[in-house]
Each structure stands twice: as structure tokens, then as C-alpha cells.
């Protein structure tokens, strides 16, 4: 079993369709992180949090430590949104999800 | 401001080879963490460098190693490469080993 789970693996939207991407982690953690990965390999980092939620946009993270999980949600998706979404759990060393790719729809 | 650079962007070895692969983390961070990520899988966790010394370390062989110099910029060696060894390598900066993190674009190795 991984350390860090997410779903689905694929993800297939309209645009302007709410998203909802999960991730179950295993690992003691100091912080999760959600990060965004567009074609060629650049990561961009969406999110670091520990506890409640965070909202930055159209992008909301929540987390709960007691159930180990986290969720990342993407109100009134957008063609631009589309990229693979990872998540990531850990301290020093990280452990991350295989990602989620999403493609949206015009 | 500059992110976080890695250089080379691509490049290609043959298997036995050594490379070295270069990473110049965001100003103000002096951390510094490696990641492997193999086509179509999630980053691995290579290692990660604080004040020039290796603090915490994946479970990747000894063949993988590094370094940070006093300007906070490190290095990744992997020596006898291995086709397995082929994959976008990533860095990241921080600052504190637990802090948000700036990736670099990557440098893609292909071992043939």
C-alpha cells in the first residue's frame, strides 16, 4: 500500500463543473501539499496545510488529520486548469501521490 | 527574482556513465530536497540538504548522492547509471526544512 493514495487517476470535466480531487495518506505528517504539474514537468505548488483549510481563487484544500485525508476542489473549472494534480504528505521527506490527471472541457 | 534553476534541462548518458545535476535554489531558502520522478509516476524523495549536509534520505542506493555548497546551491551525482536511472530529476527550495516549496522545471535524463 502506498504511503500516499489519491483519486481518481483521471478526471474528465466541463468546463464551469465543480472538481473534487482526494488524497488518503498514511505518514505522520508536519504538512501536506497540494501541487499542480503541467506537460514538460514544472511543478507548481497549489497549497502547503496542516489543519482546516485554505482557499486561494477558484481553488479550495481542506484537510483532516483525524481522518487522514485531504481534498482539493476547483470551483467553475477552466480549459487552463487542466494538469495533473499531486498530492504530497510528509516532513522533511515527502511522500507523494501518483497525481490526478484532469483535462477540462470548453 | 529568480525560482529555483536546475541545470541541464535535458541530457543523455550511456549505461555505467556519470552525471552531475546542478540546482540553484530561490533567494532567501537554504534548503534544498531531490526528487525522481519516473514517466507517469509521482516525485520519490531522493534526499534534501541543510547547511551543507545531507539531513534526511530516501531509500535510494548509495549510487545517488550530493551536496550543497555555502551559497545554498547543490548538486545531484549519480554515478553507474542504470536505464532505470532514467527520469525527470526535481529540485526543490525552502526555507526551514518543512517550508512551502519551490520547484525547479527539472532536468530530464535519458540513460541508453
Known amino acids: 500500500k502506498n504511503e500516499v493514495e489519491q483519486s481518481p487517476q483521471n478526471l474528465t470535466a466541463q468546463e464551469g463543473e465543480f472538481i473534487t480531487i482526494n488524497c488518503s495518506y498514511s505518514v505522520g505528517i508536519s504538512a501536506l501539499h497540494w501541487l499542480q504539474q503541467h506537460p514538460g514537468g514544472g511543478i507548481v505548488s497549489l497549497f502547503m496545510?496542516?489543519?482546516g483549510k485554505k482557499k486561494h481563487g477558484r481553488l479550495i484544500a481542506t484537510i483532516n488529520i483525524q481522518e487522514k485525508h485531504s481534498s482539493l476542489h476547483i470551483t467553475a473549472s477552466h480549459p487552463r486548469d487542466s494538469a495533473v494534480y499531486i498530492c504530497?504528505?510528509?516532513?522533511?521527506?515527502?511522500?507523494f501521490g501518483t497525481g490526478t490527471r484532469l483535462t477540462v472541457i470548453p | 527574482d529568480a525560482g529555483v534553476t536546475q541545470s541541464p534541462t535535458h541530457l543523455i548518458k550511456t549505461r555505467g556513465q556519470q552525471v552531475t545535476l546542478r540546482c540553484s535554489p530561490k533567494?532567501?531558502?537554504?534548503?534544498v530536497s531531490w526528487y525522481q520522478q519516473a514517466l507517469g509516476q509521482g516525485p520519490q524523495f531522493i534526499f534534501q540538504?541543510?547547511?551543507?549536509?545531507?539531513?534526511q534520505r530516501g531509500n535510494f542506493p548509495d549510487r545517488f548522492s550530493g551536496h550543497q555548497f555555502p551559497n545554498y546551491s547543490s548538486e545531484l551525482n549519480v554515478n553507474a547509471l542504470l536505464l532505470g536511472d532514467s527520469a525527470l530529476y526535481l529540485c526543490?527550495?525552502?526555507?526551514?526544512?518543512?517550508?512551502?516549496?519551490?520547484f525547479g522545471e527539472g532536468s530530464r535524463l535519458t540513460v541508453l
Open positions: 533567494s532567501g531558502h537554504d534548503t
Open positions: 526543490a527550495s525552502s526555507w526551514g526544512s518543512v517550508g512551502e516549496l519551490f
Open positions: 504530497a504528505a510528509g516532513a522533511n521527506n515527502l511522500f
Open positions: 540538504y541543510y547547511e551543507e549536509e545531507e539531513r
Open positions: 496545510l496542516s489543519s
